[in-house]
Structures are given as C-alpha cells and as structure tokens.
C-alpha cells in the first residue's frame, strides 16, 4: 500500500532535533532504522502530519564504556551491537538477543533505540533491557532525563517518552561474569516470539545468588517474572530451577491471538524460562 501524505525533515544535529520536535505538533513520528515505522505507515496503521528523520546525527551513535556503564546510542544499529567486543563482554544478553532479531538485512538496518522506542510487547529487545536493569536517557527542550527501563514501557506501543523528546541512549550496569541465555518460541522464522524469556544468572557458590527474568509477549508491555526471580535465589539443583520455572506466568496477562491462547503463553512462559535459567546457569 501507498503511505499516507506527511512532511520530511532530517536535521543534522542533536539540538536541531531538539528544537524541530519541540515545534512540531503531537502527530509527528521520529524515523530511525525504519523496520518499525515504515511498515506501520505503508498499511496506513500510522497517519503523522511530520516524519523527523534522525538516521544522520552523530551524537545518536556508537558504543562506549562510562565507569562500569555500557552506554550505547540510540542510532546504534542491531548489527553493531551483536559485534561489539564491549556488549558481547558486559551485556552478553543484549548481544545474544539481538543475533535472533529477524534477518541481516534486518539487524543492519534496525536500531535498538527504534526498537526500544516502539514498545512492542513481542519484540526481543524491550524484555532484555529490562532484566538487564538499563537506563534510557531521553533529550528534550528542558535537557536530559533518565528513565528506568521499568518506567519507559507504559502500555502497547507507549512510552514514557514525551512528544518533544528523543531517545538518546541506553545504560546498562556491567554484568561481568553473569550467566545469561535468551529462549523465544516463533512458528517460522523470523517471525515475532509467541514468548520469549531474557535470564541472567549469577551464581554463588554453586547456588543462584540472583536471577534476572524478563518476558516477551506476556503482556501489553514487556515484564519481569518476579516471583520466578525471587524463588530462584539459593537454588542449586535443576529440581528448585524447574519449581521456580512454574511460577513465571504469575502476574502476566498475556493476549490472544491466532498464534497463541493466554494458557497456551503461560505454558510457554513457564517451559522456556526453566530453559532460559538453566542454561544460563550452567545447569542444562
């Protein structure tokens, strides 16, 4: 389909960004990699009046360590993060996840900060910075402001990000020497996860000190199994791993549609976090 009429500006810096979406009205959409909004504009599921495009600011992009913090842009494509030394050491989560993100041509063209932005439920990167305990930076006519991953994902597709602000970058604490494991159950490839599970495990001991469990596709917005967390501390045999495992859906509300029942989703939340934790454990 042929999108719908709307004006086109790519400013060339930071603060020419800033200033053009503190004038522009509320029906403006920021354009990043584009895997996320241009399919919404060609089936005419989005209608803004301004398009800003912000795929030529530098500021936006790269990767750098800041005191124990990975900071990484917003424009930072999905490519980039999957082969950067710095994410695959520190945040091996984020890396790990994103290699499932779709396809090549995909993870060269998509941004996490697109991705983050658009707040899908089911997609991989919103429940991964989540248990990854991340920190989005947002810009604004007023200056920065930081914002919990568990304060950004407000509802489906909704942010806390405000209609003249712009995603600068995301901080992830070092989780140096955590065990971590991605698990997603998709019917065909590339597609969106029926659910997915993001764990990291830090062990202790021979025990699991703390765990990290963040869902995909469990709800309207991407969650934190914490009963599952919580009953996973002390456990060191794959029977406390499995018992902790059952209790992953608890809380959720996940959706129907003609991938998956909400019972069907739970199953699923449970099975591939027992997965999840016990290979990032070591215990599988």
């Known amino acids: 389909m042929i999108p719908p009429a709307f004006e086109y500006t790519r400013p060339t810096s930071l603060d020419e960004a800033v200033r053009t979406l503190a004038d522009a009205g509320e029906d403006t959409k920021v354009l990043a990699g584009g895997q996320s909004l241009l399919p919404l504009l060609r089936l005419r599921l989005a209608f803004p009046e301004l398009v800003v495009d912000v795929g030529r600011i530098p500021e936006l992009r790269g990767i750098r360590e800041d005191e124990g913090t990975l900071v990484i842009g917003a424009m930072t494509t999905h490519h980039e993060v999957v082969r950067d030394p710095r994410v695959r050491r520190h945040a091996g989560l984020l890396a790990a996840a994103t290699a499932t993100v779709a396809d090549p041509a995909v993870r060269h063209r998509g941004t996490l900060g697109g991705s983050l932005a658009h707040a ?6 919103p429940a991964v910075i989540l248990a990854l305990d991340a920190t989005l930076v947002a810009v604004g006519p007023g200056g ?3 914002i919990p991953a568990r304060e950004f994902f407000v509802d489906y597709l909704q942010t806390a990000l405000r209609p003249d602000e712009l995603l600068l970058q995301v901080e992830i604490p070092a989780r140096d020497g955590w065990g971590f494991h991605y698990e997603k159950f998709q019917r065909v490839a590339q597609a969106w996860a ?3 599970v993001a ?15 963040g869902l ?4 309207s917005t991407p969650l934190r199994a914490e009963a599952a967390e919580e009953a996973l501390e002390g456990a060191t045999a794959v029977g406390a791993v499995r018992r902790a495992a059952e209790t992953a859906a608890d809380g959720t509300r ?10 069907y989703r739970a199953h699923l939340a449970r099975v591939l976090t027992r997965r999840a934790v016990l290979a990032a454990a070591g215990m599988g």
């Open 194 to 196: 029926v659910v997915g």
């Open 199 to 213: 764990a990291l495990v830090r062990r202790d001991n021979g025990r699991i000190a703390e765990a990290r469990i």
């Open 144 to 146: 920065r402001r930081s």
């Open 216 to 219: 995909t596709n469990m709800g």
């Open 120 to 125: 899908d439920p089911a997609g991989d990167l």
């Open 254 to 263: 996940p959706s129907s549609d003609p991938s998956a029942s909400p019972e």
